[in-house]
């Protein structure tokens, strides 16, 4: 063999190798990032095994708080409920009838280019709760942000949710009716 050939079968061995190492970093790191998706999706929530959760977040009191819904949700046909405490105690569900559940709901979302603030409204007993889940990505890092609000005539009360928060309000965006003042 000329030595010309040997140096290229040498470099092409040696670029095979690195090129072996660098697809086996690769897999690795896609796992990893797999794994941490999963661990995401498997946020705490109240909602029952029979139904879908739309957004879930665990508060930094250690409560949980679900939008929960019936998995055939549409327009026409389902429920929505929003559940607040901990597993095996849930201190409110609203509504607690099923029936014609999402209009007792009013959406609102507020959009610009690296901007969503999604905000799911109601009144129970008296007392309104904003349930709200932001995303700023103009911020450097983006900053995401979810709090329930709840104001009981002239106090106010915000529970803070830590991250990271499952699911989006925005799969009611066509279900609930819209806030017209927002």
């Not at 009013?106 to 603030?117: D, E, I």
């Not at 104001?151 to 699911?167: F, I, L, M, N, Y």
């Amino acid at each position: 063999m000329s030595k010309t050939l040997f140096l290229r079968i040498g470099f092409g061995l040696s670029l095979l190798a690195i090129l072996s190492v660098f697809c086996a970093l690769k897999t690795g790191n896609a796992a990893a990032q797999k794994q941490i998706k999963t661990t995401a999706v498997k946020s705490k929530s109240l909602c029952q095994a029979s139904e879908q959760t739309i957004w879930t977040c665990t508060t930094t009191k250690n409560k949980i708080a679900s939008v929960c819904a019936s998995k055939d949700l549409a327009e026409d046909k389902g429920y929505v409920q929003y559940r607040f405490g901990s597993a095996g105690k849930i201190e409110l569900e609203y509504p607690k009838a099923r029936a014609d559940s999402a209009q007792k709901f009013k959406y609102s979302r507020y959009t610009r280019p690296l901007v969503t603030m999604l905000t799911l409204e109601f009144e129970n007993e008296g007392v309104v709760y904003e349930i709200h889940d932001d995303d700023n990505s103009e911020e450097k890092p983006p900053i995401r942000a979810a709090s329930i609000d709840v104001t009981d005539g002239a106090k106010e009360t915000s529970v803070v949710c830590k991250q990271p928060v499952s699911g989006s309000l925005m799969k009611l965006e066509t279900i609930v009716p819209r806030n017209e003042e927002n």
